[in-house]
Every structure is written in C-alpha cells, then in structure tokens.
C-alpha cells in the first residue's frame, strides 16, 4: 500500500538547471523543504536543525522561504517561522596536504561555524 501521491525530486531543482535527481517519494502528509545556505532540509514542526551562518542573535525570530509538498503532487511555496538558538561549531575537518618524496607535509583543521534554530511553524 502506498501512502498517498507520489512526487519525483526534480521539482525542487528546477532553478539549479545543473542538478539533475530523480527519484520518486512516497508521503503520507505534507514534506516541507527549507533551501538556505545553498543546501536543502525537511523541515518539521518543533525539529533542531543546524544551517550554515545567519546573521542574527541569540533568541531572534527568522521568517524563511521554502516549498511545500502536498500528498497529491503539488508544490507549493511555504513561509517557514524560526528561532535561534545560537552559533555552534561543526565537527573538526582535517585537511592533510602530501606530495611523495618532496619532504611537503602540511596538516589544518577547520571547523564550521553553524546557526542552530528550532522550527515554530510552518504556513502554507
């Protein structure tokens, strides 16, 4: 049994002409997808979510744009309602340079400084 529509991703992609998925899902309720920072995430009601750097304080109300995917097939543009809960830094990232049998070694770490915001609600 399938849960209501099904949908194929390309939709989301349209205004990236070099991003070409298809794959075909099947939901039972309405799929909510915020783009920011040039990566996309499904979005819940109450879900933490860590996205690249805002500009914003701790404790601000940021009003996000995003689609809205319905059961039968429709794609909808959605305002998404946000609040920070400050800046964290992702896992460390080693950067590790070598070319053979020229003594060159170099080693570098870098960690990404990230927004973590909860989702309060999402219109429609």
């Not at 794609?75 to 830094?89: C, D, H």
């Not at 060159?104 to 999402?122: A, F, M, P």
């Amino acid at each position: 049994m399938r849960w209501g529509g099904g949908i194929e991703l390309e939709l989301l992609y349209q205004k990236d002409p070099c991003v070409r998925i298809r794959k075909t899902f099947w939901f039972k309720h309405m799929y909510t997808v915020l783009k920011t920072g040039g990566k996309q995430y499904h979005v819940n009601l109450g879900r933490f979510l860590d996205v690249e750097r805002l500009v914003c304080n701790e404790g601000d109300v940021l009003h996000l744009d995003g689609w809205s995917i319905q059961p039968e097939g429709e794609v909808l543009p959605a305002k998404i309602v946000a609040v920070s809960l400050g800046e964290i830094k992702s896992k460390k990232v080693i950067i590790f340079k070598k070319k053979r049998r020229h003594n060159y070694r170099r080693k570098r770490g870098h960690r990404q400084i990230l927004t973590r915001v909860r989702i309060e609600s999402v219109e429609v």
